[in-house]
């Protein structure tokens, strides 16, 4: 009974960690993704970020260069909000990388207002 009770708890315990955030992981051209992203929230927040990827860390960059990201901003599941940025080739709006950034206030916040929210 009490090895039910504990497969019961870990079931239950991964169901809560593992299940917060629906990622893309399918590669498709980024409308498929952005159409994924508007399921998620009807009203998403895309972002305009000049974010530039390093062939070190894409080395098929000159076989397949890349658009600026689309970047969107979800809202918090808990208390980690979310940001997915989505590179695409430039010639056939694939998708080459998705990039997960689980960092609060990672764009359009100024060192400011990151400094007023510590101080809080």
């Given at each position: ?75 918090a599941v ?10 695409f080739s ?8 998705v990039s ?21």
């Open positions: 009974m009490k090895r039910v009770t504990i497969l019961l708890f870990l079931i239950t315990l991964s169901g809560i960690t593992f299940g917060q955030e629906k990622l893309w992981v399918k590669q498709t051209k980024v409308n498929d993704a952005m159409k994924f992203e508007s399921q998620l929230n009807p009203d998403p927040k895309f972002l305009n970020q000049n974010i530039f990827m390093s062939s070190d860390y894409y080395p098929y960059l000159e076989k397949y260069p890349l658009q600026t990201p689309v970047v969107v901003e979800r809202s808990d208390y980690l909000a979310l940001s997915v940025e989505y590179f430039e010639k056939d709006s694939l998708l080459r990388i997960c950034n689980w960092e609060v206030n990672r764009y359009n916040k100024s060192m400011q207002k990151l400094a007023k929210g510590w101080k809080e």
